[in-house]
């Protein structure tokens, strides 16, 4: 965009053609960006993936045997909660 303005003070182009080029770039510009973060996205929700399996063993390792039976009765206590609204 900077020679887009320095070719317009050169009083080559007039100022609205400079003005349309200057935007033109600008749009073709967006769809490179565009183009890039769609590329760039897609990589990090891998990475994201990988990563969050690693995190979720480490989790498991950590994890009380016992966390299945405290979520067993959390379950079962919002189940009873939920029969008693209907």
């Not at 020679?3 to 770039?25: E, I, N, P, V």
């Not at 969050?52 to 909660?81: M, N, S």
Request: proline share 1%; aromatic share 10%; charged share 35%.
């Amino acid at each position: 965009m900077g020679h887009c303005y320095t070719l317009q003070q050169t009083g080559l182009f007039k100022s609205k053609t400079a003005k349309l080029f200057s935007s033109f770039t600008q749009e073709l510009q967006a769809e490179m960006n565009q183009e890039f973060l769609e590329d760039l996205h897609q990589l990090e929700l891998e990475d994201w993936g990988r990563h969050g399996k690693v995190r979720e063993k480490w989790e498991k390792h950590l994890r009380d045997p016992d966390d299945v039976f405290i979520h067993a009765e959390e379950r079962r206590k919002e189940l009873a909660k939920q029969r008693k609204k209907h």
